[in-house]
Nanobody, 115 residues
Framework: QVRLVESGGGLVQAGGSLRLSCAAS????????MGWYRQAPGKQRELVAV???????NYADSVKGRFTISRDNAKNTVYLQMNNLKPEDTAVYYC?????????WGQGTQVTVSS
């Protein structure tokens, strides 16, 4: 059974930084695209950043230049380094992993940025 464990969320002041991690476990599988999404109260879930198995990345315009996505294939883990955080970045952040057997979501981790 595939399991995704997220960590790294929390409360930070505007201008601060956080690093999110999401580790996949639970069987033998190959990982394709890994990504981070977020959902703020009253809003739809939106893409934040994705990274392919080859290392190509794509970011939402709102986070370009502030957030960096990376992955460690040996650890089946994807990271999101978030710098210069803004109050509008406040949301529940979800990782999504596309495996050879299907797509899976993490449980979500709260990020709150105070002004």
């Amino acid at each position: 059974q595939v399991r995704l464990v997220e960590s790294g969320g929390g409360l930070v002041q505007a201008g601060g930084s956080l690093r999110l991690s999401c580790a996949a476990s639970g069987g033998k599988f190959s990982i394709n695209t890994m990504g981070w999404y977020r959902q703020a109260p009253g809003k739809q879930r939106e893409l934040v950043a994705v990274i392919t198995s080859g290392g190509s990345t794509n970011y939402a315009d709102s986070v370009k230049g502030r957030f960096t996505i990376s992955r460690d294939n040996a650890k089946n883990t994807v990271y999101l380094q978030m710098n210069n955080l803004k109050p509008e970045d406040t949301a529940v952040y979800y990782c999504k992993v596309d495996l050879s057997i299907g797509g899976y979501w993490g449980q979500g981790t709260q990020v709150t940025v105070s002004s």
